[in-house]
């Protein structure tokens, strides 16, 4: 169907082409969702997960098509939205990979080859500890990591948001880590239950079941403010009473990873301006406040000039690491 | 028993009219989009997932369970008829499908490989059923160097096969490495042999190549040997279907063996597509008549089949218990369990019970409906074969250049299939073999990858691949499958065997 629909749209696009793109931009044909990951990653829940509240609260006329291109870090989505200028039927769905992965490897594209809609949430990282490990708290933790054979820690793919905020905590501490890059952060959840590595970063949706089924415990979050309070997880801990990193004495006080959405470059601003209500109206529903809930994230929704500025703090600080790692290729 | 207890709640659960006419209607979705190369079980579902939103969960997971059934049956459908894999899963099934079709035996083969491939998908569910909470804890002990020695194995048991000269299996074992090398690197986050190109920073799909290989490949063979298709006289009735299903309990070691090799690939994870092929090489090598595979052996037929089912039916163990999927299409299947509200992990079987356990007592029952819809479109499927070659050739390369775009929605794969197509008639013709290419497609980056994880850990110490007893033996038992043909030749040498092949039953 998924192929189908998208010769459709192409013979749509060849009859109708000449009339869209007036005032009043509605769309009126399907509008692509491009997933920046495999089925079943974080941003693809994300997607689908927009995709059903459309569906359900009849939030546009025109259907949705999702379809994945993760390959890469999620670079082949963005190429595949930096290809289509100008088309305002592909709505591009991502992380900051969108801004940075550009920094660490050379792509076919550059960040400024699609324009912001919006930043729907901020996702949590938490420090992780299989559920038998002798480390109480944060301190325990990094006291160990800074012997001489260090601690073993695992992530999602290679210089991306885990192995970053892996290289924030040892500059901050001095404490030595050896990263494992995995495929995704659902293999490091595993093999942090199953011991074969000390710690993972993980965000809270992906070390959830494995939390409550007593395989795993949070030793800190890296966030401002502690986290929504929320039903009890594991034995009398809910969310909110794990303490942030810097309350035990670590001194990394926020990293959170922005759920984006992005539209290719040169499309009309009425265009931009149809997405943005349509999401805007999206994240008021009530299936929305459950997605938030479920996953822990944290409920922020940013558009425009917010998202920009947040943008532009976001890359600064992940280039300076970039930049002391020697990961830069630019 | 308390499983047994818990079962018989699922089937209370799932034995609804609704829930069969669901089933029913997965499985001939399913079977179509199996029919279809690179269309596949993981697009098929992730394609019915939208469907499913406003569903119950039990519905929704019915649903798309009964549809990955009908994508296995209906990929070996295509192996056997074209020698074009219409999963990733069913290429071993066309080492001696094929063959056994082209001598007019259509049915028998088609038959042969629904029968023991719905025998491998119970067996499965059987192991589900009663190991659960067993093999989920099992499945944690496996990091990065126990992956390392399951793939280590695969390849092992899998070298030598075929009657191609050695030379001929590494040229082409290692252009399979090459081509899964292109793209992002997991390990070290850069990009490899894309060019600057930015259509391969995804890599290249296996599909593609296997579409190309044996799609375009064959056709183009075909073609030069004079537009026909050989065995188009198959013999099609229902009775050569029942003689089929008395001559099965023959099979029943190869069966049982691909059973036990498929639920440990597919709770690993090590997946279906190394299911079959590990299972059709340990097949062909304890096989008195390992001469014969490769020309139409039935055990050939049996092996891989049987495995890729059990593998494919034990992957949706890990999904569930640990949130690991053991296959790309459980994958997909985990992202909606996330989208209905369910989190997958070790919580999941005791919140949800009902859930859980009205979803495996659905692969039981959906299985059953799939067997039975399958051979009931044997004669149906086995009668393309008399269509003339010049109208059902046209038709399989537009199918397969379909498949292909469906795989990225990309065109530049297009042209991908069609130099791999040239690749296909090049190695058919100068007597490459194009399997071990493929193997090393499929398991080459994972194989990498586990690899290089597993040498961070320990430091660079290839001792970690003996570090403990799971890892050691699987290792060990690796290494003397690959060194089985010398041993075995040194063996028979000195028991004075001059007159045997050195080939021995390990049961």
């Given at each position: 169907m998924n192929s189908k629909m998208s010769i459709a749209a192409a013979v749509c696009a060849v009859i109708f082409g000449a009339t869209a793109a007036q005032a009043e931009w509605k769309p009126t044909k399907p509008v692509e969702f491009v997933v920046t990951s495999g089925a079943g990653g974080g941003t693809d829940t994300f997607a689908r997960t927009i995709q059903s509240i459309i569906a359900k609260n009849n939030l546009m006329e025109a259907p949705v098509v999702v379809v994945n291109k993760g390959g890469g870090s999620g670079a082949e989505g963005y190429v595949y939205g930096a290809g289509n200028a100008g088309n305002p039927y592909k709505l591009i769905f991502g992380t900051n990979n969108q801004y940075l992965l550009p920094y660490v490897a050379k792509l076919g594209y550059k960040p400024a080859d699609m324009v912001p809609v919006a930043s729907m949430a901020l996702d949590e990282f938490l420090i992780w500890v299989n559920a038998e490990a002798p480390y109480k708290d944060i301190k325990d933790f990094v006291d160990a990591a800074k012997k001489p054979e260090g601690l073993k820690m695992g992530g999602s793919q290679s210089k991306d948001t885990d192995q970053t905020l892996v290289s924030i905590v040892q500059n901050a501490t001095g404490a030595k880590f050896t990263y494992i890059p995995f495929k995704s952060g659902g293999e490091a959840a595993v093999q942090l239950a199953g011991a074969h590595i000390d710690a993972n970063v993980n965000n809270p949706n992906e070390n959830f079941g494995q939390w409550k089924a007593g395989m795993v415990r949070p030793l800190c979050v890296f966030s401002a403010n502690r986290m929504a309070a929320g039903a009890k997880v594991a034995g009398d801990m809910s969310w909110s009473d794990i303490p942030t990193c810097k309350e035990g004495g670590l001194n990394v006080e926020n990293y959170q990873m922005p759920r984006t959405v992005w539209l290719p470059a040169g499309v009309p601003d009425d265009a931009v301006k149809f997405f943005v209500d349509v999401l805007t109206k999206a994240q008021q529903t009530p299936e929305w406040k459950s997605y938030i809930e479920r996953t822990s994230q944290t409920d922020r929704f940013l558009t425009g000039d917010e998202m920009r500025s947040f943008v532009k703090a976001d890359e600064e600080k992940a280039v300076q690491v970039f930049k002391k790692e020697g990961w830069a290729v630019q | 028993m308390e499983n047994f207890s818990n079962l018989m709640t699922g089937f209370s659960v799932a034995l609804t009219t609704y829930h069969i006419a669901i089933m029913g209607a997965g499985v001939l979705l399913g079977i179509l989009v199996g029919v279809l190369p690179g269309l596949g079980a993981p697009n098929g579902v992730s394609l019915l997932l939208p469907l499913t939103f406003t569903m119950d969960p039990i519905s929704a997971i019915i649903l798309l369970t009964s549809m990955y059934w009908g994508a296995l049956f209906g990929g070996s459908t295509t192996s056997i008829l074209f020698n074009i894999p219409g999963e990733p899963s069913s290429v071993a099934t066309t080492f001696d499908g094929y063959p056994l079709a082209r001598k007019g035996q259509a049915t028998h083969a088609l038959t042969l490989a629904f029968l023991s491939a719905g025998i491998g998908a119970l067996f499965g569910v059987l192991v589900i059923t009663g190991l659960s909470s067993w093999v989920a804890k099992f499945a944690l002990k496996f990091s990065s160097p126990e992956y390392f020695a399951v793939y280590f194995l695969t390849f092992a048991s899998f070298v030598g096969m075929g009657s191609a000269s050695p030379f001929k299996t590494v040229v082409s074992m290692m252009l399979g490495f090459g081509f899964a090398t292109v793209g992002m690197d997991t390990i070290s986050g850069s990009l490899r042999l894309t060019y600057e190109i930015p259509d391969l920073i995804k890599g290249i799909s296996f599909l593609i190549a296997v579409i190309g290989l044996f799609g375009i490949g064959e056709l183009l063979l075909t073609m030069e040997e004079g537009l026909r298709f050989d065995g188009i006289r198959a013999r099609v009735s229902p009775r050569e279907v029942l003689k089929t299903i008395a001559t099965l309990p023959r099979h029943w070691v190869t069966l049982l063996r691909s059973c036990l090799i498929g639920c440990w690939m597919g709770i690993t994870p090590g997946g279906p597509t190394a299911a079959s092929f590990m299972s059709y090489g340990l097949a062909k090598r304890f096989s008195r008549r390992g001469k014969e595979f490769g020309k139409g052996e039935p055990a050939g037929i049996v092996a891989p089949e049987a495995a890729d089912h059990s593998a494919g039916t034990s992957a949706m163990l890990p999904m569930l218990a640990l949130g690991i999927p053991g296959s790309a299409t459980a994958a997909v299947m985990m992202g909606g369990l996330m989208i209905w509200g369910l989190t997958p992990g070790p919580m999941l079987f005791i919140e949800r019970p009902d859930f859980v356990w009205g979803l495996i007592a659905s692969m039981y029952i959906g299985n059953v409906v799939a067997v039975v819809l399958v051979l009931a479109t044997v004669p149906l499927f086995a009668s393309i074969l008399r269509i003339p070659f010049s109208i059902i050739g046209p038709v399989i390369v537009v199918v397969c250049f379909i498949g292909a775009y469906t795989v990225n929605s990309g065109t530049f794969d297009l042209w991908l299939v069609l130099a791999f197509g040239l690749v296909g008639y090049v190695f058919k013709k100068l007597d490459y073999p194009i399997a071990p290419l493929v193997l090393a497609m499929v398991l080459g980056d994972k194989a990498e990858d586990a690899f290089r994880q597993s040498m961070i850990m320990a430091r660079g110490s290839l001792a970690v691949f003996w570090s403990n007893g799971l890892v050691g033996t699987i290792m060990t038992i690796g290494v003397l499958l690959l060194l089985w043909p010398l041993l075995a030749a040194g063996i028979s040498r000195v028991s004075g065997g001059?007159?045997?092949?050195p080939s021995i039953r390990l049961n």
């Open positions: - | 001059f007159g045997r092949t």
